[in-house]
């Protein structure tokens, strides 16, 4: 006989949570591990790892449950920033950031809910509230990247609500939000290299929940969302941008073997993405001559 909790999905959490900006306490939902819910299949170019869907649990949708979101305020974070410490010295700035959230989150969905099951649109919602969040985080817990990451993540998300529902215009805001991703994570990598902003306040740098791809997956993600969402309006720019890609991604794919913080993955597809990115420069420079 099966248990009714091996049928499960998710489950709220036992101790419930105290929002530090409004002092509203809750539950977090959690996904369920292991039972065969989730059967990881390939890696996309983006770095997302896809599921397959199981025939006991259907399809699921591991991204939506992780961020942490008050349902009363909004507020929402990733969830070792969500208790943090530093939170007392930014509360009044996302304490009067409130009506801003729930405005500008309120023009894109309808009928949030943050206090049952969540679905698609709660899962989407929870990083582009994440993304505004961390506008008011100090430099030290590094929010730019973690902005790239939610951007990256929205996109996902929306990307699957377009496939459930294709004639609500997800597809237009995945774009949006890819090119957010793009913007922040070439901001990230350019304030570590300058010492404006150090990526040591997040450990894992994702981008998905499944492996770490730490710096080298930073690397790749920078050149691919640019290759793939950034501006094709100028040739000649295009041209300067997707040289210096070129330079961005040997720093990875030149020196070809893998390690641990090199898996042969990453290696691999950006071997490819520099290869891409040649043949692309080739065919606009004749237009340029």
Not at 99 to 105: Q, W
Not at 128 to 148: E, N, R, V, W
Request: aromatic letters at 12%; charged letters at 30%.
């Amino acid at each position: 006989m099966v248990e009714e909790s091996d049928k499960k999905v998710t489950f709220f959490s036992r101790n419930a949570i105290r929002c530090q900006i409004c002092d509203n306490s809750f539950y977090k939902e959690e996904l369920f591990s292991g039972g065969g819910r989730l059967m990881a299949g390939e890696l996309a170019h983006d770095l997302r790892r896809i599921y397959e869907p199981s025939k006991k649990f259907g399809e699921l949708f591991p991204l939506i449950y992780y961020i942490i979101v008050c349902p009363h305020c909004l507020f929402a974070s990733f969830p070792m920033d969500f208790i943090a410490g530093e939170i007392v010295k930014i509360k009044p700035r996302l304490e009067a950031d409130t009506l801003r959230r729930k405005d500008t989150v309120g023009m894109i969905f309808k009928d949030l809910n943050f206090t049952e099951p969540r679905r698609l649109t709660e899962g989407a919602a929870s990083y582009f509230l994440a993304i505004m969040c961390y506008d008011h985080y100090d430099k030290k817990m590094s929010p730019t990247i973690k902005q790239g990451i939610c951007a990256l993540r929205a996109a996902w998300v929306f990307n699957d609500l377009h496939r459930k529902s294709p004639n609500e215009n997800w597809e237009y805001l995945a774009k949006q939000f890819y090119r957010k991703s793009g913007f922040f994570y070439a901001q990230a990598l350019d304030k570590e290299q300058t010492g404006a902003e150090l990526l040591s306040g997040l450990k894992n740098l994702g981008p998905d929940l499944d492996k770490n791809y730490g710096y080298e997956g930073l690397l790749y993600l920078t050149a691919f969302l640019e290759y793939q969402y950034g501006s094709k309006q100028d040739i000649k720019s295009r041209v300067d941008k997707l040289e210096k890609l070129k330079r961005l991604i040997s720093k990875m794919h030149g020196i070809g073997k893998a390690s641990k913080s090199k898996p042969s993955v990453i290696i691999n597809k950006a071997k490819d993405l520099y290869e891409e990115i040649g043949i692309e420069i080739a065919e606009l420079s004749k237009e340029l001559v």
